[in-house]
């Protein structure tokens, strides 16, 4: 157990819907990153926030936008969903502000299926 | 281009047999190095991570890796399998990009089923 969790686990929905994950962060640390993965693309790297302010961003589509809340809890949002959508996000978790040697420790993942 | 290739996408392999896992990265900076594991229906688990000075690195579960400068490689080893390790292993190396950020950048993924 890493010590991130996320909610929900499974999420099905429909073209055009618009749907929320959340992810927990390990206690203490102040970096959520956002990572999608689908078995066309692999791992891709969407969105980091350190410590309630946008860090990084890699190839998070502009229908798709992430917070980080006070008590560093992180919110992704997706809208406007479509089919290739559908994939496995994961929320992980850094200490610091995302430092280059820096560990990063993921959650389970919530897999989103867009019908 | 910074990247990270996984030279095998899938490795059979029998119980208690050996097993290398092969990664290559291309980077013309310092690189921090990372394997992680992926068990069926969960999260990437880290096994073991290179940052510097000792080139072979030992991580969770028996497994090792080697960093080769030269070769630019870094490669997983496990010198006796078990079945519990079928899962997917994920190669990463962490980059720094200009504006001050930085990335984790993983291979495609490496399947390693172990058989009975």
């Known amino acids: 157990d890493s010590g991130v969790t996320q909610t929900p686990k499974h999420l099905i929905t429909a073209t055009g819907q618009r749907v929320t994950l959340r992810c927990s962060p390990r206690?203490?640390?102040?970096?959520v990153y956002w990572y999608q993965q689908s078995l066309d693309q692999g791992l891709q790297f969407l969105i980091q926030y350190y410590n309630g302010e946008e860090r990084a961003k890699g190839n998070i589509l502009e229908r798709f936008s992430a917070q980080q809340f006070p008590d560093l809890h992180s919110e992704l949002n997706l809208s406007s969903l479509e089919l290739g959508d559908s994939a496995l996000y994961f929320c992980?978790?850094?200490?610091?502000?995302?430092?280059?040697?820096?560990?990063?420790?993921f959650g389970p993942g919530t897999r989103l299926l867009v019908l | 281009a910074q990247s990270v290739t996984q030279l095998d996408s899938q490795v059979p392999v029998f119980e208690e047999a050996p097993v290398e896992l092969r990664c290559n990265y291309s980077s013309s900076v310092s690189v921090y190095l990372f394997w992680y594991v992926q068990y069926p229906n969960q999260g990437l688990q880290l096994l073991l991570k290179y940052l510097s000075g000792s080139t072979l690195v030992k991580g969770i579960n028996g497994f090792e890796a080697e960093f080769n400068k030269s070769q630019t490689s870094f490669h997983l080893r496990k010198p006796s399998v078990h079945i519990s390790d079928t899962a997917e292993y994920f190669c990463?190396?962490?980059?720094?990009?200009?504006?001050?950020?930085?990335?984790?950048?993983f291979g495609a993924g490496t399947r390693l089923a172990v058989h009975p």
């Open positions: 206690s203490g640390d102040l970096s």
């Open positions: 990463a190396v962490s980059l720094s990009f200009s504006g001050g950020y930085n990335k984790l950048i």
């Open positions: 992980a978790s850094s200490v610091g502000e995302g430092l280059v040697w820096e560990t990063q420790y």
